[in-house]
């Protein structure tokens, strides 16, 4: 189980770990449960502030999490930061 970039670094998700001990509870030595944090691993490669900063209330009412992997999930669209910069970061 993954817990995506942008998830607050304070605190573990307590819905994965809900998760994690379902699955187990329900499944026993069927299965193997590891939670990844990839939020703090984004957040070493970003540098904490800068990750911060892109976690903030204006950042998230903004989209800019999902903005950035947008290349990724949608490889055919024309790039689009111009624009996106312009709405919200005017």
């Known amino acids: 189980?993954?817990?995506?970039?942008?998830?607050?670094?304070?605190f573990p998700s307590i819905a994965l770990t809900?998760?994690?001990?379902?699955a187990e509870s329900r499944f026993g030595d069927r299965v193997r449960v590891?939670?990844?944090?990839?939020?703090?691993?984004?957040?070493?490669?970003?540098?904490?502030?800068t990750y911060q900063v892109m976690n903030s209330v204006q950042a998230s009412n903004a989209g800019l999490g999902d903005w950035l992997?947008?290349?990724?999930?949608?490889?055919?669209?024309?790039?689009?930061?111009?624009?996106?910069?312009?709405?919200y970061y005017p």
């Open 18 to 22: 809900q998760l994690k001990s379902v």
């Open 69 to 87: 992997f947008r290349s990724v999930a949608f490889p055919e669209q024309p790039d689009n930061a111009d624009a996106y910069f312009k709405r």
């Open 1 to 10: 189980m993954v817990n995506m970039p942008f998830a607050t670094l304070q």
């Open 34 to 49: 590891r939670i990844l944090y990839l939020n703090h691993e984004f957040a070493h490669y970003l540098g904490v502030e």
